[in-house]
């Protein structure tokens, strides 16, 4: 059954309504549900299916996946903990206990006379005993007629005491309310009435944080989302779900359908009497966290205004649902959904099952719509019955799928190891230098790569390279990915180009995959990164930024006395394209970590969130030179001995300021370098960097004025040359929360972490949102031709920038 609400508006979010849910809270009960240990540590999946979108005749579909949650495997477990703690700190008030203190039982023994109670299908009920058991009081639960014996027995399973009615669930309710009401101890219900209402509103502030995670993946903008298929219920998913909505996007938001069982309609038909009323059925339905007769008052108050349609589905619709999602239809990923937790996949395919429904819902080729599946198997026998399947058979599906949909480790090391040889070294390193020879080589196999895959193959008059793979939509601004082919004088193999290798690595896949993306995608390659021939580094990238002119970086002189204008030329990649023309919409580099962070704490992804701000300076100090012999200590100005100060005042300024300041003399000369001679020049570099600009400046302030004073002390002079200066970069927050939910869906650990290390992300960081993917480095090791990372945790790395780059390119 369909019913359109006449009652519905299109206005902003009113303030009363988002003075009792809003983002702001939400965001809070989302930071004191992260200090629970039974909550996953990063949000659920989105899962796109785009085959059963095809099939539908839509534009899109995601699935946020809530059996992801917790052990528990509903998104029940984001409620009733939550309101469960801020209940106990209200009562409180003056004890001063925190989330993460309460979550860790450490206020158990004050709380050991403290009762809870509540009724429930089974997920609520399980998820406030399992929250009880945390903080260390007692829960009480009321179960009515319906509730499975294999439901029952997983609440017991979490210190929950068990209490049993004959009536359905509404009798269960006010069952608890009376054993309070007699015992003096406290509901905690999803569901609202007369007088109680601020133990619910908590409740689906908890379940807002699952909006709240969907839509900090979206873009700034229209909503990324036409429609959002909702489960009915007593309203308080729902009415989470649309508060955050309604809130963000406002006149604009996307329409609301909300879903129930035929049997349990309370929800049609308080919209059909324009106020809260009782189902019209037997309420007793396979969906039974949806079982319920009437709706909470409160959630009401949310959804009266905002849903544009409420429609009912038969038991059968909602089992031909779970299985469909089970089997990974039309080739998307196969996802474990309870029968609860389809029930807005059922109604979606009810109303594009009839013309008169896609009508009635606005559904057509433009839609993508936002589903929910709200549980797993959280009765494990029963999904066996309905679904044919066990869960632990369709969790292996879904895993071979994502290892299906994954880059192949032997083909993207295949790449590796080929253009590893060009500049290789006799200890397996590589030298390939920029705009060497061996520079050119690797550059010439890069191109002949990318029109291999058919690219569109761009040079700029830098000597950038771009391989554009075309999109559906023209004009529209690309998902740029890559990095650099230069080396160190003997660096490894993996630096600067596995991030170029990957993105070759992603098209190839993509092409296989017959995916069309509506933004363009491009591979680039920028010239000199590593700053060894010519200063300074990321001077490809920076010229493409805009940060420093095309004619000075041609007309910069290299270590070797060339300028890079004219060997730019001789190995023939000085091009036509005008700097800085291709302008993207959003910037990913892969690369290696170049440190021992994530294989230490045995992370396989690393989510890049800043890079350090990088000051190098040229230090000349002129003494005189003197006989080694003959010439008192105190009558030297001994430029070698002055450059050895400044090295272990740069070493200990670094310990002393801490905070992720370091610091490095890298390279030292003295004249005239003989052994018996007082040097009478030294030169030498320092680097100092920090993610903190203020820091940074201090060291930099304190390094000059320790130079004055040693001038001064020794009797020499010492003059100082920038030679670059890069302040700290903060990475694009949304392409982090990317990164790190593709990961999650592979079952990836992740870190988010500063680099130290100069990268061209931090250049296209000034001109989109830009963001880093880090994955293990062997011992920490880089720059070295021992560098090493094993082709699993390559083509991890790689198959998480395919994630990214398939949803950014969707944009």
């Known amino acids: 059954m369909i019913f359109q609400n006449p009652n519905t508006t299109r206005q902003p979010y009113p303030p009363a309504l988002q003075a009792l849910l809003n983002q702001d809270a939400c965001r809070a009960g989302r930071e004191a549900l992260s200090q629970w240990s039974l909550l996953a540590p990063q949000p659920t999946p989105l899962w796109p299916q785009p085959g059963l979108a095809a099939a539908l005749g839509l534009a899109g579909i995601d699935i946020k996946d809530e059996s992801r949650r917790s052990a528990l495997a509903s998104f029940k477990a984001l409620g009733a903990p939550l309101a469960l703690l801020w209940r106990v700190q209200r009562r409180w008030p003056d004890a001063g206990w925190s989330a993460a203190a309460l979550f860790a039982g450490r206020h158990a023994q004050a709380l050991a006379g403290y009762t809870v109670v509540s009724a ?35 609440i017991a399973a979490c210190g929950a005491e068990i209490v049993r009615i004959a009536g359905n669930y509404d009798a269960s309710v006010a069952e608890a309310a009376r054993l309070a009401e007699a015992n003096g101890w406290d509901v905690i219900s999803d569901t609202s009435y007369e007088g109680y209402e601020a133990v619910p509103r908590d ?36 009415a989470g779900i649309v508060s ?92 474990l959904a309870g029968e609860s937790g389809v029930a ?33 198997a959280t009765a494990p026998a029963l999904y066996r019955e309905l679904v044919g399947r066990d869960a632990d ?25 080929e253009h590893g040889a060009i500049g290789a070294t006799a200890d397996g390193g590589v030298c390939r230098l920029a705009l060497s020879d061996a520079d050119r080589a690797g550059r010439d196999r890069l191109v002949a790569w990318m029109r291999e895959l058919g690219l569109a193959v761009q040079i700029d008059a830098i000597g950038n390279i771009f391989g554009t793979r075309a999109g559906t939509e023209p004009g529209a601004a690309p998902v740029m990915v890559g990095s650099h082919i230069d080396t160190v004088a003997n660096g490894g193999r993996y630096d600067g180009n596995y991030g170029v290798l990957a993105g070759l690595e992603v098209l190839r896949r993509l092409d296989e995959d017959g995916v069309h993306t509506r933004r363009p995608i491009v591979v680039a390659a920028f010239t000199n990164e590593e700053g060894v021939r010519y200063q300074p580094d ?60 994530l294989e230490a704490e045995a992370a396989a992804i690393g989510a890049v969130a800043d890079l350090q701000g990088i000051s190098w300076q040229e230090i ?47 390279r030292l000369e003295l004249q005239p370098g003989l052994i ?84 061209d992300a931090q250049m296209l960081a000034r001109i989109c949102p830009a963001a880093m993917i880090f994955v293990p480095s062997a011992g920490g090791l880089s720059h070295n031709p021992r560098e090493h990372t094993s082709a699993a945790e390559l083509a991890q790395g790689a198959s998480v920038l395919l994630d990214v780059v398939r949803r950014l390119a969707a944009e």
């Open 676 to 759: 018996n001679v007082i040097a009478s020049q030294a030169t030498l570099t320092v680097d100092l960097r920090n993610s903190d600009e203020d820091r940074l400046r201090q060291a930099e302030a304190e390094l000059q004025a320790f130079l004055q004073r040693l001038a001064e002390q020794e009797g020499v002079t010492i003059t100082a040359r920038r030679l670059a200066r890069f302040e700290p970069v903060v990475f694009d927050p949304r392409l982090l929360r990317l990164i790190e939910a593709a990961a999650a869906g592979r079952g990836l650990a992740t870190r988010r972490m500063t680099s130290g290390a100069g990268h």
């Open 244 to 335: 955050l909505f309604w809130q963000r996007y406002g006149a604009a938001r996307p329409r609301f359908i909300v879903v129930e069982p035929e049997q349990a309609d309370c929800l049609l038909q308080s919209a059909r009497a324009g106020r809260p009323a009782p189902a019209g059925g037997s309420v007793d339905s396979v969906m039974a966290g949806l079982a319920c007769g009437e709706p909470s008052p409160l959630a009401w108050r949310f959804l009266q205004p905002a849903v544009d349609l409420f429609m009912t589905v038969g038991d059968e619709a909602a089992v031909a649902a779970m299985r469909r999602l089970a089997e990974g239809a039309h080739g998307d990923v196969p996802v």
């Open 393 to 417: 058979a369709v969790l292996a599906a879904q895993r071979g799928w994502l290892a299906r949909q994954a880059i192949a480790e032997d083909r993207l090391l295949a790449r590796l190891n």
């Open 203 to 238: 409740v689906m502030q908890g379940y807002a944080v699952i909006a709240d995670e969907a839509l900090e993946l979206a873009p700034d903008g229209p909503c990324p989302y036409s429609h959002v298929v909702l489960q009915g219920g007593v309203g308080g998913l729902a």
């Open 538 to 597: 990321m001077l490809g990238s920076l010229v493409h930024a805009g940060g420093l002119a095309l004619q000075d970086a041609l007309d910069t002189v290299g270590s070797d006395g060339t300028r890079l204008g004219d060997e730019l030329r001789r190995i023939g990649y000085a091009g036509e394209l005008p700097v800085g023309s291709i302008r993207p919409h959003a910037y990913v580099e892969l690369h290696i970590e170049q440190g021992p962070v």
């Open 344 to 376: 807005g996949l059922a109604g979606l395919l009810a109303l594009c099952a009839r013309p008169d429904g896609r009508a009635a819902a606005g559904l057509d080729a433009g839609s993508r719509v936002l589903l929910i599946s709200t549980e797993g």
């Open 120 to 154: 429930t299908d089974g997920n609520h009920g399980r998820a406030l005993a399992a929250a009880a058991q945390s903080l260390g009081c007692r829960c009480v639960i009321v179960l009515h007629a319906q509730v499975s014996a294999e439901r029952e027995t997983a």
């Open 620 to 666: 000349v100090i002129r003494g005189q030179s003197n006989h080694a012999g003959t010439t008192p200590m105190r009558l030297r100005h001994d430029a070698g001995h002055a450059a050895a100060a400044v090295a272990v005042f740069v070493r200990e300024l670094a310990l002393r300021l801490g905070a992720g300041q370091v610091a490095t003399v890298g």
